[in-house]
């Protein structure tokens, strides 16, 4: 179940990223980025939520997908965490960190320590 949320969620927000970039940041109050990156960057949130679908069927078959997915979960914020260091973020831009990262850590943590039992 986490893991069909999961690819739902990655899906939809790739989605957005890919087809309204620059409204996605400005809504997330994320500084101004080309929307070629933002695009790309949401191309591959979309690949994760495809990840996470199939991974969905046979969770023991496919924890390497779900490994992966936990380590993006994991390098996002310590990119935010660097980018705040260096300006280049504020804070009121953790918001997509948090929906798109931190929220995930837990669930899939647990589904990545039940597939490697």
């Given at each position: ?33 080309p929307g070629i990156m933002i695009q790309a ?61 931190l929220i995930w850590w837990w669930p899939l ?9």
């Amino acid at each position: 179940m986490i893991l069909r949320m999961a690819g739902v969620y990655n899906l939809v927000y790739g989605f957005l990223l890919a087809f309204y970039p620059v409204q996605v940041f400005h809504w997330l109050a994320m500084p101004p980025t080309p929307g070629i990156m933002i695009q790309a960057i949401g191309m591959m949130v979309d690949v994760c939520g495809m990840a996470y679908w199939i991974a969905a069927n046979d969770p023991v078959r496919y924890c390497p997908m779900v490994a992966v997915g936990l380590l993006g979960r994991t390098f996002g914020p310590i990119g935010f965490a660097a980018g705040l260091l260096q300006s280049v973020f504020v804070w009121k831009s953790a918001t997509m960190f948090v929906f798109s990262d931190l929220i995930w850590w837990w669930p899939l943590g647990k589904n990545y320590s039940e597939c490697m039992a």
